[in-house]
């Protein structure tokens, strides 16, 4: 198998176990070639994207709940999947970009499969199974937004994951006050690769943007309905931003940036 067929299997298959089947040990990068766009992911009938405005989740105080709890993480499980999906589509996407670049898309693939795996085992524990909730297609949603190099960089690493490094860590402090020590852990597990994942995304951004300071580049690519107040929760863990290797003034922007929903409103 070659990085290119496994990263079709993962965006195009419609067979779950197909999907996050992670990458055969000793897979090496292919050579440079032309790159491919795949417009939508192939998915399971009963894992069929659906408008956002026919799903329902939870909002964070579900975790004290058993059953809503079970529905959050059945949304973090599609989260994840979405994600394993778009790194894998970026492979194809991106099949010219420097072998370092590709390298990291796909490490961070089989970090986003092994999180979902762990999401969709804790959702069965609560009596939930994946495919049970209609799911929505937030990310492929912002296919636009990805269609380059620094595109990807600024709106997977540096909105998506950069916010869920505040998320996680509310989740997990949600889960172990209702009891819930193995979804913390999870949540933890999470966290700690998403550190990895925003320090890819930066670096990247450095690389494919030189001489720029990395505030103007990120806001000048990550335009609204994304950008700085989409990047963060409504707690902002500094640390985990340092430790990813974000710069004082990037985190002083963000750290002041108010942060919403992605209908617009407040995060409280």
């Known amino acids: 198998m070659s990085v290119r067929d496994f990263a079709r299997r993962v965006v195009a298959?419609?067979?779950?176990?197909?999907?996050?089947?992670p990458p055969p040990s000793g897979l090496t990068l292919d050579?440079?070639?032309?790159?491919?766009?795949?417009?939508?992911?192939g998915r399971p009938a009963d894992l069929a994207i659906t408008a956002?405005?026919?799903?329902?989740?939870?909002?964070?105080?579900?975790?004290?709940?058993?059953?809503?709890?079970?529905?959050?993480?059945?949304?973090?499980?599609?989260?994840?999947?979405?994600a394993a999906e778009l790194f894998a589509w970026a492979l194809?996407?991106?099949?010219d970009a420097p072998a370092g670049f590709r390298a990291g898309l796909l490490a961070i693939c089989a970090d986003e499969q092994r999180h979902c795996l762990a999401?969709?085992?804790?959702?069965?524990?609560?009596?939930?199974?994946?495919?049970?909730?209609?799911v929505t297609?937030?990310?492929?949603?912002?296919?636009?937004?990805?269609?380059?190099?620094?595109?990807?960089?600024?709106?997977?690493?540096?909105?998506?994951?950069?916010?869920n490094l505040d998320f996680t860590v509310e989740y997990a402090?949600?889960?172990?006050?209702?009891?819930?020590?193995?979804?913390?852990d999870v949540l933890d597990m999470v966290h700690a690769d998403e550190v990895d994942h925003v320090r890819f995304a930066w670096t990247w951004l450095g690389r494919l943007a030189p001489g720029e300071p990395a505030w103007d580049v990120y806001t000048r690519i990550a335009t609204h309905?994304?950008?700085?107040?989409?990047?963060?929760?409504?707690?902002?863990?500094?640390?985990?931003?340092r430790r990813a290797g974000l710069d004082d003034d990037f985190i002083a922007h963000l750290a002041a940036a108010v942060p919403r929903r992605p209908g617009g409103g407040e995060r409280a």
Request: charged fraction near 20%; hydrophobic fraction near 45%; proline fraction near 8%.
């Open 137 to 163: 297609g937030h990310f492929w949603n912002k296919l636009d937004r990805l269609t380059t190099p620094l595109g990807f960089a600024c709106t997977m690493g540096l909105t998506f994951e950069n916010a």
């Open 119 to 134: 999401y969709i085992e804790r959702a069965a524990a609560l009596g939930v199974r994946f495919g049970d909730q209609p």
């Open 52 to 82: 956002g405005r026919e799903v329902s989740v939870p909002p964070i105080a579900g975790m004290r709940d058993p059953a809503q709890r079970a529905r959050i993480l059945h949304a973090l499980a599609n989260h994840e999947l979405q």
């Open 13 to 21: 298959s419609t067979e779950l176990g197909e999907k996050l089947a």
């Open 92 to 95: 194809l996407a991106f099949a």
């Open 173 to 184: 402090a949600a889960a172990r006050a209702a009891g819930d020590h193995a979804t913390a």
């Open 31 to 41: 050579e440079p070639a032309a790159p491919e766009f795949i417009a939508a992911p």
């Open 225 to 241: 309905p994304l950008g700085p107040h989409r990047a963060r929760g409504a707690t902002f863990d500094d640390a985990a931003r």
